[in-house]
Every structure is written in structure tokens, then in C-alpha cells.
């Protein structure tokens, strides 16, 4: 990459970085995703800047900031003014505050757990202003300014002090006390910013500022593979900076852990406790060292007990969440890097999984042989180096080897042939994309796929590649990249969509869907690529009665299959997938849509445990439209 290039990257970087610190940290956009919590947080935050600014006014008149003392300013109305303003930002404050307690003590939400400096926090952010205001209603008792009206708040407390028996005298002896008062306050809030959960104020707006410039859907590249003696994290001291700022930016807020999946059904893992318990950590790694010395930058064991670190899904939920942009999945691979790479400690799923991967290139183990098993009756171009297509076709292995997800990739070549879309496959030259080697911490392989892949792309020439697996997209299109894979991605709904006029005026015959659909989002395809629209309008194209769940586009609810979960073994009680299902059973769907196989295979399984076959059943789109044709 030439050096232009770099300074236009680098110029673009802390141009969206800008964009993020006054959209996100100033503006705090995902704060007001909750109404009550936007309010409140928009409250406290221009009450207290205000408030800020004001005193560092105040602070500018003393001759101790001689030559650039502001001894003229502010005056006449712009002093008005200023009284007003400064007294709005502390009621601002003082009603800001009145919320959060009463959400904190009152509400107590579960996902909040109220600590001391929770409530060290609110009670200086009380006191301030009320310290404030008694301020100014002793000077405005003691001087009676023909302008107090302007100091409302102040004013109108001085009226009530005055009503109790308040002189000018008694008013002129208590006011400097009452300054010192309000400095002390002042001076303790800011003292005490380092040592409580207000660092926030700062780390967060940081975090902002210096959050990775690349797509949630991409992990970072190892790219120490063969020399590393240590891969991924054991200790704290091999965590990036960038990530400790994260654990220290962290608000408590449980934002992320309202949405995480595998908390809201009753699993270990919570996105919010790893990161308080890794900002444990690091702050035990600054701590008292031992009798040898040594101050231990080991991470604690729990981090890496079974149920906590492979319940995440890496859905992404938290990640769109998070106020202070934070990332708790990464940091779930990081653990999981190191305990695949580095000790080989892994739940035996997961190991059975990867070896599948290692032994036949593909998760379910499947003789390669096999691959092409799911075309056998169909008329599909298989490419040799040097042919050239419009489209290549990316089955992906589920599509390969799971005999449900077969039937969908027929019914996705049926359609593109409908459509006459210039396509063909790779046959047996295609290789598992790797992504889930790389989300269950296994990088190695996952660039052996890569870059064997990317070698077979380049040896035939096309347009697009096309995948059937929302997986598979996001893989190649965000993080093969990384390995030197620059190609246009597409996924088959966004290439179908593009098509549909081309298959002909859909008249569902006699064999068409009846009753409600619902679309359920697949957090790859949605979330991570924010492709929401597609597949909803070949849905509405295909004339079916389609409803909305509870929970979608954005707010969609996981499958519970990715991140490795499709291979883990997981309590009956607590099946994210069943929760899934329940959102569809509540919407009164008698048909899931889907666009994902790791997706139509979890909706199945749910379905059968469940025994309500008969209620609901679960297609992918591409076979809705195929039967709504009529083909």
C-alpha cells in the first residue's frame, strides 16, 4: 500500500473517529435508545458540561490567569444570561439525578447492580448543586441585585430562606463558608474521578475516540502464527492497550448484558461481568507484589471455566448496545485463542469439532468426497482454473453436508437458473471459509482455509461470489481481506432481490404458504452486515402474510448457533434456541422464515423438542419463494 494511501486512510480514520466522539459520546445517540435513560443521561451530562464551563468562566476573571484574565466578561445581559443558563444546567443535574435514583433504588432493574460509588456518585452530584444554589441565595439575600430574577433557581431559594427568617447579615456571613463548601465538593468530585465508576466521564469518550476503525463483523488477524510462543490472552499484560482503556470504560450501565442471550437464558456468561472481572484482573496486575517480588498479571481461572467462555454466540447484540462502544466478543476469542493454541484446554464438543475440521475439512466431519452430494440431479456448472462466470457460487459446508440445508442450495440454484444468472460452484476445489475455526478460537486453521480459498478464487475468473451462509458471507467479505481476499460479496437474498423480476410474476398456486410468516434476523446477515431489507421484500414479492416477532432487525434475537454454539452441548432449560422459538409461537407464525442454515437448523431442533411441529415449521426464503412460484 503506497503512502498516499496510508495519510488518506489515516485522515479518513480520525475523520469518522470525530464523527463517533460528537454522534456518539457528546450527542450519546445509543444512550437514547431508552427514552428514561436518554432523558436522564442527557440531564446529568449537559448539566454537569454546562455547570463545567461556567466555573471555569468564573475561574478565567481571577488575576491569577494574568494576561488572559477575563475581567470584562461576562457583563450586562450576557451575564444575564449566563445566571440563567448556569442555574438550568444545575436543575438540569438535580432532576437528572432524581431519575437515576429512582431507577437505581426504586425500578432496580436487573441488569444494574448498584455498587458503593454508584451511590458516592449521586450524592456529590447532588450536593454540588444544592451547595450551588444555597451559594447563590445567601448572595443574593445579602446584595439584592436588581437582576436576581435572572438566577431563578437561586432566587427563588433565597425568597424561601428570606421567608424563614434569613437577614442580609446572617446571609453575608454564611456565604463564604458555603463557596468553600461547594469547592470542596467540586475538588472531591473531580479527586475522586480516578477511583470510581465517574472515570467513565473520560475512559468512555476515549473509547469512542480510539475503538478499532474496522466492522464488528471483522476479528483481529494473528499474525505471529508460526514464531508466537503465547497466542491469544493468559495474562493481562498481553491484552493491547486499546483493550484495557475498554475494561476501564466500561459504565456498569447492563446494557449489553439485557440483550446477551446467553444471560437472558440462564447461562454463566454475562458480556458485563467479563469486563468488570477483567478490569479486576488488571487492576490486581498493578497491585501489591508477593513475597518473591512478583506482582501476578495472571488472568483468574473462572474466566476460563466452560460455561462462561463458550456461551457466547458472538451475536453482536452488546456490541450495538454499548454507549462506550466496547467489545466484549473479541474479547471472549482472545481467552479462547489461548486456550485452543496455547494450553489445548477445550470442551470435548469443541474439540471433536475442530479435529472434523482438521481431519475433513468441514465441522460435521463428512467425508470430502461428499461435497458435491447436495447437486446430484441438478444441471450446476462446476468451474476448473481459467473458466470465467458472472457469479461464483459459494455453498459453504452446511449447504454441502446437512441434508436440510441440501435443500435449500437446491432451491437457490434453481432460482438463479430461473433468473439466468451466469453462475457456477467450485465443486470439490471449495474449501470450508474457516469462520468456524476462527470464532472458536482456532486461528491457524481458519487461515489454512483462508488462504487455500483465496488461492482457488484467484484461479478462476468472476464478478461476484455469492454465498448461500450468512457465515460465509461475513467471512469472506470482512475478513478475508486480511489475508490478501479483496472480492465483492454478496449474499443469495441481496443477488435474488436484485434478479426478481426475472422469475416471472408470482401467483402462489394451490400449494402456497398459508397463515402468518415470520423473518427471523440472523445476526450475521443483520447485525453484522446490516442486510435487513432484502430478504423482507423477497418475502413481500412472494405474496406470504408476513409479521413482525418481538424482537428484530437490530433488536433480533440469536439462534443461539454461533460463536461454536451450533457444536456445544447445552442444558434443556436453557436452549437459546427455544427462547427463539417462543418469540415465533407468541407472534402466532405459522411459518419462521430464515436465511441462515446454522439458523433453520436451531428453529428445527427447537421445534422438535418442543413437539409443536404441527403450530409452527421453519423454511428458508429461498424455498418460501420456490413454492410460492409454483417451480
Not at 465538593?185 to 467513565?200: D, E, M, N, Q, Y
Not at 485452543?340 to 460435521?364: A, F, V
Not at 454461533?562 to 407468541?586: F, P, S
Request: hydrophobic share 45%.
Amino acid at each position: 500500500m503506497s503512502a498516499i494511501t496510508n495519510e488518506k486512510l489515516r485522515i479518513a480514520s480520525w475523520r469518522i473517529a470525530l464523527k463517533d466522539f460528537f454522534v456518539d459520546a457528546i450527542a450519546q445517540k445509543r444512550i437514547w435508545k431508552k427514552v428514561y435513560a436518554g432523558i436522564m443521561h442527557f440531564l446529568i451530562f449537559w448539566g454537569v458540561t454546562i455547570q463545567v464551563i461556567g466555573t471555569a468562566i468564573n475561574l478565567m476573571q481571577m488575576a491569577l490567569f494574568t494576561p488572559f484574565a477575563l475581567e470584562n466578561f461576562p457583563r450586562g445581559n450576557i451575564y444575564f444570561a449566563y445566571e440563567f443558563i448556569m442555574d438550568l444546567a444545575g436543575v438540569f443535574i438535580l432532576v437528572g439525578v432524581g431519575m437515576a435514583v429512582f431507577r437505581r433504588y426504586i425500578l432496580r432493574p436487573k441488569a444494574l447492580p448498584t455498587a458503593w460509588d454508584d451511590t458516592f456518585a449521586l450524592t456529590l452530584l447532588t450536593l454540588l448543586p444544592l451547595a450551588g444554589f444555597f451559594t447563590e441565595a445567601m448572595r443574593l439575600t445579602s446584595v439584592a441585585p436588581a437582576w436576581a430574577k435572572y438566577s431563578f433557581a437561586g432566587n427563588w431559594l433565597a425568597g424561601l430562606l428570606q421567608g424563614a427568617g434569613l437577614t442580609p447579615e446572617a446571609a453575608f456571613n454564611f456565604h463564604p463558608w458555603l463557596v468553600l463548601t461547594h469547592i470542596a465538593l467540586g475538588l472531591a468530585l473531580v479527586a475522586s474521578i480516578p477511583f470510581t465508576k465517574l472515570r467513565h466521564l473520560v475512559n468512555a469518550p476515549l473509547n469512542v475516540i480510539f475503538q478499532p476503525r474496522r466492522v464488528y463483523g471483522a476479528l483481529t488477524k494473528v499474525e505471529d502464527l508460526e514464531t508466537a510462543e503465547i497466542l491469544g490472552v493468559g495474562q493481562v499484560t498481553e491484552f493491547l492497550p486499546q483493550n484495557l482503556l475498554e475494561f476501564d470504560a466500561c459504565l456498569r450501565c447492563g446494557r449489553c448484558e439485557e440483550v446477551c442471550p446467553a444471560t437472558f437464558s440462564g447461562m454463566a456468561y454475562s458480556p458485563k461481568t467479563l469486563l468488570i472481572q477483567l478490569r479486576g484482573a488488571m487492576l490486581d496486575s498493578l497491585g501489591t507484589p508477593n513475597s518473591n517480588g512478583v506482582v501476578s498479571t495472571e488472568l483468574p481461572a473462572h474466566l476460563f471455566e466452560e460455561h462462561a467462555l463458550w456461551s457466547c454466540t458472538t451475536c453482536g447484540a452488546c456490541l450495538t448496545r454499548c454507549p462506550a462502544f466496547i467489545r466484549p466478543p473479541e474479547r471472549v476469542i482472545d481467552l479462547r485463542r489461548y486456550q485452543i493454541l496455547t494450553t489445548g484446554e477445550m470442551p470435548k464438543s469443541i474439540g471433536d469439532t475442530l479435529r472434523n475440521l482438521e481431519r475433513q475439512g468441514n465441522p460435521w466431519g463428512m467425508p470430502a468426497q461428499d461435497r458435491m452430494a447436495w447437486a446430484e440431479g441438478l444441471d450446476v456448472r462446476e468451474l476448473a482454473p481459467g473458466d470465467e462466470v458472472d457469479v461464483l457460487l459459494y455453498m459453504g459446508c452446511a449447504a454441502a453436508y446437512d441434508d436440510r440445508n441440501k435443500k435449500v442450495a437446491q432451491s437457490v440454484v434453481r432460482l438463479l437458473g430461473k433468473a439466468g444468472v451466469d453462475f457456477g460452484v467450485l465443486g470439490y476445489d471449495e474449501a470450508c471459509c474457516g469462520e468456524t475455526a476462527r470464532r472458536m478460537g482456532h486461528e491457524y486453521l481458519f487461515q489454512v482455509f483462508a488462504e487455500q480459498n483465496i488461492e482457488t478464487f484467484n484461479s478462476v475468473y468472476f464478478k461476484r461470489i455469492v454465498t448461500q451462509c450468512p457465515h460465509c458471507f461475513n467471512t469472506l467479505k470482512n475478513e478475508y481481506p486480511q489475508m490478501g481476499g479483496n472480492f465483492e460479496v454478496l449474499h443469495y437474498s441481496e443477488l435474488l432481490e436484485e434478479v426478481s423480476s426475472n422469475l416471472g410474476e408470482i401467483s402462489p398456486n394451490g400449494n402456497g404458504l398459508k397463515g402468518k410468516l415470520a423473518y427471523h434476523d440472523s445476526c450475521y446477515l443483520g447485525r453484522y452486515n446490516e442486510i435487513y431489507e432484502a430478504p423482507r421484500e423477497l418475502l413481500d414479492q412472494a405474496k406470504v402474510e408476513r409479521v413482525e416477532l418481538a424482537r428484530h432487525g437490530e433488536n433480533s434475537f440469536c439462534c443461539g448457533a454461533g460463536g461454536g454454539g451450533m457444536w456445544m452441548e447445552t442444558d434443556a432449560d436453557k436452549r437459546i434456541n427455544h427462547r427463539r422459538l417462543q418469540d415465533a409461537l407468541d407472534a402466532k407464525a405459522e411459518t419462521v422464515a430464515t436465511a441462515c442454515p446454522y439458523c433453520l437448523i436451531m428453529f428445527e431442533d427447537a421445534i422438535g423438542a418442543k413437539g409443536v411441529g404441527e403450530q409452527v415449521k421453519v423454511m428458508d426464503i429461498a424455498e418460501i419463494l420456490e413454492k410460492q412460484i409454483g417451480g
